[in-house]
C-alpha cells in the first residue's frame, strides 16, 4: 500500500517537478544554438519555460483556489508557448529532430500534469464555493 505524504511546498509537485526538468533540458540545449540567437529564440524559450515552474511556484502559495487556478492556467500557456518555440528551433535548424522529440515530449508531460491540477483546483473551488 503506497503512503501519500503531504504537499508542503511546490517543490513537492510533481508538475513543478516535470516542468523543471524541461527548464534544465532548455537552458541545455539552448546553450548550442547560435551565439546570435542569445537575445532571440534563446531568450524567449528559457523565459517561458522559466514561466512555467514560477507560475506553478506563485500559484502554490495563493491563498484562494480560484488565484491558484489561475496560475497553473498561466503555466500551462507558457508550456504552450514553450512548444511554438520547440517547433520554430526545430524548423530553422538549431535543433535535431530527436531532441527536439524528447523535449516536445517532456513539454507534454507537463502540458498533461499541469491539466491534472488546474482541474484538482477547480473541483476543490468549487466544493468551497
Not at 531568450?43 to 506553478?56: E, P
Not at 524528447?102 to 473541483?123: H, M
Request: proline residues 1%; positive net charge; glycine residues 6%.
Amino acid at each position: 500500500m503506497e503512503i501519500k505524504q503531504k504537499i508542503s511546498s511546490f517543490t513537492d509537485l510533481t508538475s513543478w517537478q516535470e516542468a523543471h526538468r524541461l527548464v534544465l533540458m532548455i537552458y541545455k540545449e539552448t546553450a548550442k544554438f547560435p551565439k546570435e540567437e542569445m537575445f532571440g529564440l534563446v531568450s524567449q524559450m528559457r523565459r517561458a519555460s522559466v514561466s512555467i515552474t514560477s507560475n506553478i511556484a506563485e500559484g502554490f502559495s495563493r491563498q484562494y483556489y480560484s488565484e491558484k487556478a489561475q496560475f497553473y492556467c498561466m503555466a500551462q500557456g507558457s508550456n504552450t508557448e514553450l512548444q511554438n518555440q520547440l517547433m520554430v528551433a526545430r524548423d530553422v535548424g538549431f535543433m535535431e529532430q530527436a531532441k527536439y522529440q524528447i523535449i516536445f515530449n517532456q513539454s507534454v508531460v507537463t502540458y498533461r500534469l499541469l491539466g491534472g491540477l488546474i482541474g484538482k483546483t477547480k473541483k476543490i473551488n468549487a466544493a468551497h464555493s
